[in-house]
């Protein structure tokens, strides 16, 4: 075993050793953590930006991108926002200690069904600081221990953050251990962590193909991957065009890097030819470039580019157009080239919208409405750790419930079973 | 890729293409599938007794044990049972589509949250051939498509249970690859078809430690594991003595080979001296060996063998004993050693068996109650697909609603995000 890999172990032994003291801390104490970390945070501010600037100084002279450098970024707004969210999270409802079902054996043993937390989670996200605190308060306040791995970019960021944090934990009397951070930019850190199933519950990978597939390979214990979305809009024959049209613009342009954003139109042949221009001029008018084969070059009157393929996730001002036989035909399209993640129907037709909400498999279908609600902030969660493409626990937006699981609790008077 | 991967790659590809057909079948549909299954077996018993027989001879050739050969076995009694095992499941409720949440979002999209079959669900079990029909029937029930792969052993039997099964989807318009049989006994088909994750949504392993530790080392897909119970009963200084020694000894003797048995008891010391002479008469009455240390054979008045270890799952009659300081001391112990699986505390004070129910992070736990009710059919699930040891998605008896999972469908009438 490497030294690394002993570093991460002993670090990861004492998270789960802290989970149990998480996990039977109360509501209010866990609340208490949550508000100390706010102040703390607060409280560092200056600490904060000189850590960051040495991440952005970095950036600049490892030639990051604009936009990279700029997601990096801790200003003042972001670290007031962060603070909020903190706040933010005290407020919501503890889901820990929830009874979900409650009955009785034949033999008179009375069951409670008890959401507890899950115990460990490890986080492996990319370059973003805001999620160190975003993710680790989600997991403490669900009484579970976050050992979060972030990008190398914001190293430095990450471990004022996670100083904060663990002086706030201490600060209310419980171990800093409560909240862990991998303490190296090593890139074999990620498949060491994966190894530690001993004592690290669940991991989450939030990121782009090369570490989710790097957990995935890896990991020995439960992962749930925040993953890509391939997301599609169809437009069925009897749709209201106007109301496609607005759909589709707010799914592609409301804001296209995030994972809900739609990537793919799939418009039935019976309208192509009538919707497809003033469809497509409307895209444009927003900058965005319209990439179809040439069924769909045919049907919008101009030559399009061709797209990279179908099941690219653009993450930009891109977006794919098909012309499809009918539902079927477009079903069987993001069968073949989703990622089950969101898809949306616009038509008249309930008969037709019921169908299409039914067969489809994916986190979440929607009649007549943009994909950019599938969220867990516009769902009404209150907070969201991501957005599961798994079909394993949580699937779709993942809040403060999906955090926990649930123990069997019987009470008796000295039953045996026969 | 090998012959075999490439054969274990056609069939989970058609595996998946078939999850969308049984996923769009009624529930009527999946429960006459499951009717035609048990008249198939029905019919077919003659060809499975012959099929059985093969397997027999082998196991007699290859000088397995007489319980190993006794849990081959498909006599007419367990054909019996197995169908009326499949004819039960006929009458549970149907989980799928049931609308576990329904709420509106503030711009007026009306949501739902529906329960959905998984997918394709792989399932690796160890000898007994009745786990082909049995686990078979609920991934159908649920609209999940099976993708078995059964010990060696009983290789023959399980074949031709296969062929009846398949017989029934196509009998009732299903295409028979909605139930999947890996045709080979090569060890390799295992870490094969853990590669998988491209079709198969879900991997339950249930068996001893290799086959767990090769799927968890080889799995890309989600895993819940069905592992080893290492429960503990801990006899508490204020506990009703006689209810103890009727709690522990139907614990460990009511069925010594499953995971919810007894394994090591532990006792408090202010008691152990006058609650462990009877307790150990009793058990040795029923044939138990009671293994300890030292300060138990003090307690004892008796030399005891010393255990194999803590940890030790041994599925006989053979039970590990502990003399503890207190509760503190038996929570420190089970986290130490135990496996989660399922914990009683005795004892007569309500405040501590609270405590104990709390602090004890473990599937189920119990309060003056054997350890062997945690079990599906205890639980009234109506049926059982295993014990889940894991603590994501599924944790302990795993029934029919643990078999699925959900996705959000959203009625709109236009709306799109500001």
Same mark, same amino acid.
Request: net charge negative.
């Given at each position: ?138 997991? /403490?306040? *669900?009484?579970? #221990? ?9 190293? &430095?960021?990450?471990? =004022? +953050?996670? $100083? ?97 954003? /739609?990537? *793919?139109?799939? #418009? ?9 221009? &003033?469809?497509?001029? =409307? +895209?444009? $008018? ?133």
């Amino acid at each position: 075993m490497s030294d690394m890999e002993q570093t991460i172990r002993e670090l990861c032994q004492k998270a789960s050793m802290a989970s149990r003291a998480l996990a039977n801390a109360s509501g209010e104490k866990r609340n208490e953590l949550i508000s100390e970390i706010a102040n703390g945070l607060e409280a560092a501010s200056g600490k904060l930006a000189a850590a960051n600037q040495k991440d952005l100084q970095a950036a600049e002279q490892n030639g990051l991108s604009a936009a990279m450098i700029d997601r990096l970024a801790l200003n003042e707004q972001r670290i007031t926002k962060m603070i909020q969210g903190a706040r933010d999270v005290v407020d919501l409802t503890d889901p820990v200690g929830e009874v979900t079902r409650e009955w009785e054996l034949y033999n008179g043993i009375e069951m409670k069904k008890v959401r507890v937390p899950i115990g460990v989670i490890g986080i492996i996200y990319e370059s973003r600081p805001n999620v160190t605190v975003d993710a680790g308060v989600l997991c /403490l306040k *669900t009484g579970n #221990v976050p050992v979060l791995r972030g990008g190398k970019e914001a190293f &430095e960021s990450n471990c =004022a +953050l996670i $100083e904060v944090m663990q002086q706030a934990a201490v600060k209310v009397g419980l171990p800093a251990e409560v909240i862990s951070f991998i303490p190296t930019t090593d890139r074999e850190a990620i498949p060491a962590m994966c190894r530690m199933d001993q004592y690290i519950d669940l991991m989450i990978p939030r990121g782009g193909h090369g570490l989710i597939q790097t957990v995935v390979e890896h990991a020995r214990m439960p992962v749930i991957k925040h993953f890509h979305g391939v997301c599609h809009v169809y437009v069925h024959a009897d749709a209201d065009l106007e109301m496609a049209r607005n759909v589709v613009v707010n799914s592609k342009c409301q804001r296209p890097g995030v994972c809900n954003a /739609l990537e *793919t139109l799939l #418009v039935d042949q019976k309208i192509a030819h009538q919707f497809l221009p &003033e469809m497509i001029a =409307a +895209l444009k $008018e927003r900058g965005v470039e319209v990439r179809g084969d040439a069924a769909a070059s045919e049907a919008a009157g101009e030559t399009l580019p061709e797209p990279e393929g179908w099941d690219v996730e653009y993450l930009d001002l891109i977006l794919g157009l098909r012309v499809v036989e009918g539902m079927a035909d477009a079903i069987k399209h993001m069968e073949q080239y989703g990622s089950h993640h969101t898809e949306t129907i616009i038509t008249k037709n309930k008969e037709i919208a019921d169908e299409f909400l039914a067969r489809v498999d994916s986190a979440a279908v929607f009649w007549n409405a943009s994909t950019r609600f599938s969220d867990g902030g516009q769902f009404g969660f209150g907070a969201e750790i991501g957005i599961s493409t798994d079909k394993i626990h949580a699937r779709g937006p993942m809040g403060l419930e999906e955090l926990t699981i649930y123990k069997y609790v019987g009470r008796g008077n000295g039953q045996t079973r026969i």
